[in-house]
Antibody, heavy 120, light 107 residues
Framework: QVQLVESGGGVVQPGRSLRLSCEAS????????FHWVRQAPGKGLEWVTL????????LYADSVKGRFTISRDSSKSTLYLQMNSLRPEDTALYYC?????????????WGQGTPVTVSS | DIQMTQSPSSLSAAVGDTVSISCRAS??????LNWYQQKPGKAPKVLIH???RLQSGVPSRFSGSGSGTDFTLTISNLQPEDFATYYC?????????FGQGTRLEIK
């Protein structure tokens, strides 16, 4: 079935780096735009970044621009989020989501999330 | 950035009730408005996309309406499994933005 599975989260000190992965299955990976969305503990949803289906467009939230990089390995149907210069405010559950596009667009499905804690 | 404001932030209702959640955008998002449901410890799940289009498998007691800047999610005949947090989302512009969420609790 259509599924996204994130991994790579953990506890990291401020200023350090972490790479998250999101493995897709059940559909053709390169046909879709993908997003990362995060949710701080007890808080709402914050969009982080997207990569277009052809890989040519990458856009970022201002809060992570210059620190985070989205990428993919199509041969592995896997999306990545490289997070550098991490800050305590980056602490959150990170979800990857597939964008479904018709005349509008929405996110479906979402992965189960991988937790990132930035703390000394 | 387009700001999405939901009201109320929390809501208490009983099984069988009908409730409505409002979502207002700071500028027009045309019909690029989606609703998600999130249960504790789970990922969000799309309920409605393009204002009123029900996602496959979502019960018909969920409905959406509105246009431009003002949107409403209505849940009729509340069931125990509907008690969750609901988010609106605009996908009209980058950055994609979400409302702050509405927590629906059992009375």
């Amino acid at each position: 079935q259509v599924q996204l599975v994130e991994s790579g989260g953990g506890v990291v000190q401020p200023g350090r780096s972490l790479r998250l992965s999101c493995e897709a299955s059940g559909f053709t990976f390169t046909n879709y735009t993908f997003h990362w969305v995060r949710q701080a503990p007890g808080k709402g949803l914050e969009w982080v970044t997207l990569m277009s289906s052809d890989g040519s467009h990458k856009l970022y939230a201002d809060s992570v621009k210059g620190r985070f990089t989205i990428s993919r390995d199509s041969s592995k149907s896997t999306l990545y989020l490289q997070m550098n210069s991490l800050r305590p405010e980056d602490t959150a559950l990170y979800y990857c989501a597939r964008e479904v596009e018709t005349t509008t667009n929405w996110f479906d499905p979402w992965g189960q999330g991988t937790p990132v804690t930035v703390s000394s | 950035d387009i700001q999405m404001t939901q009201s109320p932030s929390s809501l208490s209702a009983a099984v069988g009730d009908t409730v409505s959640i409002s979502c207002r955008a700071s500028q027009s998002v045309t019909n690029f408005l989606n609703w998600y449901q999130q249960k504790p410890g789970k990922a969000p799940k799309v309920l409605i996309h393009a204002v009123f289009r029900l996602q496959s498998g979502v019960p018909s007691r969920f409905s959406g309406s509105g246009s431009g800047t003002d949107f409403t999610l209505t849940i009729s005949n509340l069931q125990p499994e509907d008690f969750a947090t609901y988010y609106c989302q605009q996908s009209y512009n980058i950055p994609i933005t979400f409302g702050q969420g509405t927590r629906l609790e059992i009375k």
